[in-house]
Structures are given as structure tokens and as C-alpha cells.
């Protein structure tokens, strides 16, 4: 086959998933990407992802930053000790303990109507206080806003159980063609069905990329729910890969995506065996539960559009390719980052980059155009399984 010209090149997508202490590994592979001279058509990124990216973005040396960081949070050679160290001295520039905090509740006069006042004092949800400075808020977004390609993340209100899915001004005006697009080809809904979705599914709202969003977007559950002058804060926002570790449906308009994962589908190594094993695991089903859903509806569309149930015309496949860490980090692992997880990620980004994008045009930053009236991609998971029944019935007789 001859390699294409750089103007056929495939769009490509890179989803970026945060998880603190395994960061290292999105790391590694943006590292790869620049090395190589890749740069994305259209990005998703969530949690510790999102400063990584603004870092990379601002072509900051990732290795040293990360260096830097791995020396703030292990001054010992025991993983147990220095994730001590991190809960009792907190993260220098990220967040301290909540120690002053924990004192005021304690001295303050219980809260009227509230059964678990005694739990709130003696194990409350605020650990720690965010200390990041508000420069930093201003400056991603400042960054991702002045991007000229889609860029994504996410914050979640646990209150409404809706996800706020922040957008650059490139993605608003992708994501506004899609939902134009999807709605001309969604088939009329019964108006039951359509009052159950709308009261009983919680909804991905969009918005706008500001400090604001950036700020909610890394709100950690353990800096709590309480407004700086201990009043509970409703409204609270929380980091969205609580809720969607990883943003896929939404960079359907890429040929190709790849998906940095920090955490494997399966559980590295010997099974559980002790209290805070099990919490690692937890974690994981956790938090692969949203990418697992999203990925399955992929790869049915992947497969209805092969086998000819819905036409190329309106839809077109995704070829997904996911980079998993290879190692079981550990509960004890969560905040305190490995230059070897960063390493290895480079290596194995760098080999699964050139095997997909070897002839591809890719090199040299080399932008593919986006579709100008995007193809219903594969990743539309807002639509009824009900709504894809009859492109199920032909695809299981073929």
C-alpha cells in the first residue's frame, strides 16, 4: 500500500485519563507523541491528565517536571512511608492537610437536623485543603481556549449527578454539528421514553473552559464539601473522571484513537489479599466502569457499520487503540508517581504510535481536517439501544 500524503492522513485522537500515582504513564506517552512529531487533531483529557496536557502544550520538559515531582513525594525508600508522608504533609503547590479545619468543626456548635454531626468532626470528608494557586487555573485555560484544535474535559456535580463536559471553542462548534447531525438521524422518540430520559439519566451538560471549570475539574472528593466558611457548598463540583475517567463518545469525528490508559482492565498480579489490596481494586472497577460502557458501544458501532447495518454516509469507524500500564501500582502508590511507569510508557507509546501511524503522514504535526458536517461517529452513546434494534436484527443474521 503507498503511504498517504499528509493531507489523506487518518484524523487522530488521543484520550488522556488521570489517576494520581499512575499519571506518569499518560506522561510517558504524550513524551512519545513528541518525540515523534504527533500532534493531535482532537483531545480528551481528565483530572492530573489535564495539567499534564496544558504542560505538554506549553512544550515544557515533561521528564524533569516529572522528576521534580517524584522528589517532593518520596523522601523514602518504603512506598508505605511516603504515602504517610503525602497524607500527614500533603502535596507542595496541590494541597495541605485540613488540620486547622478539623480543629474549627470541632469548636464550632453543631449543625441543627444533622444525626451524623459526631462522624463529620471525628472523620470528616475535608483531609486535605487545595492549595494550587489560582495563576495556574487561569493559565490552562487560557492555554486549551487559544488551542486551534477540540479539546475536552470534565466536572461532575454530585448533587444534579449531571457532568459538565468543558469544551474549547473548536470543540463547542464540533460538538454543536454532531448534536445537529445526531438529531436529524435519531428516529422519533415516544414521549415516555423521551420524559424518562430527560428526569431519570443524568445529562452531560455543555459548558465553557474558564478557571472556574479548571478549578472544579481537579476538586479531589477528600478537600470535601464545605464552603470556605464551613457552610455545606450544594453546588459543589468534583473532578469528572469520578464520573468518566476517560472522555471517548465525544472524539468520534477521529479515524483513530488512542487511549492512554493508567490502569489495566484486569487486576496485574496476585489477587487481594489484604485491606487496602482490595481498595485497589475497587478503585479500578471503579473507575473502569465508564470506559468499559463506552468502549462496548464503540466497537457495536464498529461493527454494525463493517457488517453494513448502518451506512458509511452518515457514520464511519473509529479504530481504537488503547496503551495500558503494564504494572499493578498499588493503594499505597496513589499519589507518589514511578520514573519506571514513565519509561516504560514512552517505549511501548512509541512502538504502538509507529506501528499505527507508520506511512500515515502523521510526522511534523501535520493537522488532518475534521469532518466540516461530522459523521454520526461511533461513539454516540446518548442514543436508546431501542433506536439501534434494527441494525442489530440485520447485523446478527449476516
Known sequence: MAASTPAQRSSIGFALGGLAGANAHGIGFLQAARKLGIEPDIVSCTSGMIYWFWRWLEEKDLEAELKAAIAATEPFPFPAVNWWYVMTQGLAGVFRPAQQEFWRRWLSPPRPGNKDDMLDRLLPAQMWVPTRPETDFESIATCFNAWPKPVFFNSFS????????????????????????????????????????????????????????????????????????GQIDHDRRIDGAYARQFILSELSAADILFMARPQSCRFLGTPPGNYFAVQDLQTELWFNGSYTQQLARLDLMNRLIHNGALSSDDYHEVKLVPIEIEVQR??????????????????????????????????????????????????????PAADLAPALEKTERR
Do not use: C
Not at 184 to 193: F, I, Q
Not at 349 to 356: A, D, F, K, M
Open 158 to 229: 454530585p448533587k444534579s449527578g449531571d457532568e459538565y463536559l468543558h469544551m474549547n471553542p473548536p470543540a463547542r462548534r464540533l460538538y454543536e454539528q454532531q448534536q445537529q447531525h445526531r438529531e436529524r438521524l435519531r428516529p422519533h422518540r415516544h414521549k415516555d421514553t423521551a420524559a424518562r430520559l430527560r428526569t431519570h439519566v443524568p445529562e452531560v451538560v455543555p459548558a465553557d473552559i474558564d478557571a472556574a471549570a479548571v478549578a472544579h475539574a481537579l476538586w479531589l472528593t477528600w478537600y470535601g464539601f464545605e464552603r470556605p466558611d
Open 330 to 383: 498499588g493503594y499505597f502508590a496513589y499519589f507518589t508517581e514511578s520514573m519506571s511507569v514513565f519509561n516504560d510508557a514512552v517505549a511501548e507509546s512509541t512502538r504502538i504510535l509507529q506501528e499505527h501511524l507508520a506511512g500515515d503522514g502523521s510526522k511534523g504535526h501535520q493537522p488532518a481536517k475534521l469532518p466540516a458536517r461530522p459523521r454520526r461517529g461511533t461513539g454516540d452513546v446518548s442514543q
